[in-house]
T-cell receptor, first 114, second 113 residues
Framework: DADVTQTPRNRITKTGKRIMLECSQT?????MYWYRQDPGLGLRLIYY???????NKGEISDGYSVSRQAQAKFSLSLESAIPNQTALYFC?????????????FGQGTRLTVV | DQQVKQNSPSLSVQEGRISILNCDYT??????FLWYKKYPAEGPTFLIS?????DKNEDGRFTVFLNKSAKHLSLHIVPSQPGDSAVYFC????????????FGKGTRLHILP
């Protein structure tokens, strides 16, 4: 089983719909992240969390919300999906390394908003 | 403003030879530099990092060199193997600032038989 599991792997949704992307990890890490990747661009941080009670906005948090239900679970919601949220979404975890960077990524969720 | 730049979208290298992936940055305040590897349909995998106070870090076949005066780092893979074919992302971060890691756009490495 993967250390970081994302569901669903692929999703097509309509504009205006609410959608939730889920992430669970077995690494036992406190730090979890949500990134998005657009074609030809690097990863951009949406939200990150240091523990269940510590959630922080990243570079591109507008239009997204998150929930840290447990140490192992971190979900990302699009309250009202729009086409420019079509992207590849990655969840990641990290231990408390000084680089402040994610270490383990899920396989990604390809989201298409039509 | 793109703070971390990978100017080569792709690179082809013969199996057994050295692969050199380059990355330039603009902010001299970065504390760490990292390389990630990504296969199709998989998430990125952390490969190797280097602190800004060092100029070299080695891990097996992978070595990262940092030239602070030129604001340039490179990842050397020796010898290159077929399994090294992937997209490589360069990234830079600040100590203790998980919200400030900056990724480059990636370089696709093809290892030719």
């Amino acid at each position: 089983d993967a250390d970081v599991t994302q569901t669903p792997r692929n999703r097509i949704t309509k504009t205006g719909k609410r959608i939730m992307l889920e992430c669970s990890q077995t690494k036992g890490h406190d730090r979890m992240y949500w990134y998005r990747q657009d074609p030809g661009l690097g990863l951009r941080l949406i939200y990150y969390s240091f523990d269940v009670k510590d959630i922080n906005k990243g570079e591109i948090s507008d239009g997204y919300s998150v929930s840290r239900q447990a140490q192992a679970k971190f979900s990302l919601s699009l309250e009202s999906a729009i086409p420019n949220q079509t992207a590849l979404y990655f969840c990641a975890t990290s231990d408390s390394r000084p680089e402040g960077a994610p270490a383990f990524f899920g396989q990604g969720t390809r989201l298409t908003v039509v | 403003d793109q703070q971390v730049k990978q100017n080569s979208p792709s690179l082809s290298v013969q199996e057994g030879r050295i692969s050199i992936l380059n990355c330039d940055y603009t902010n001299s305040m970065f504390d760490y530099f990292l390389w990630y590897k990504k296969y199709p349909a998989e998430g990125p995998t952390f490969l190797i990092s280097i602190s800004s106070i060092k100029d070299k870090n080695e891990d097996g076949r992978f070595t990262v060199f940092l030239n602070k005066s030129a604001k340039h780092l490179s990842l050397h893979i020796v010898p290159s193997q077929p399994g090294d074919s992937a997209v490589y992302f360069c990234a830079a971060s600040f100590l203790g600032r998980d919200d400030k890691i900056i990724f480059g756009k990636g370089t696709r490495l093809h290892i030719l038989p």
